[in-house]
């Protein structure tokens, strides 16, 4: 699983497919 930073999963929501 790709546990990224918040403000990764900010940019990278889309790579991991969060809305």
């Known amino acids: 699983v ?3 930073p ?3 999963l ?3 929501n889309h790579v991991k ?3």
Do not use: L, Y
Request: hydrophobic share 35%; with cysteine; aromatic share 16%.
């Open 2 to 4: 790709f546990r990224w």
């Open 6 to 8: 918040e403000a990764a």
């Open 10 to 12: 900010c940019k990278g």
């Open 17 to 19: 497919g969060g809305s």
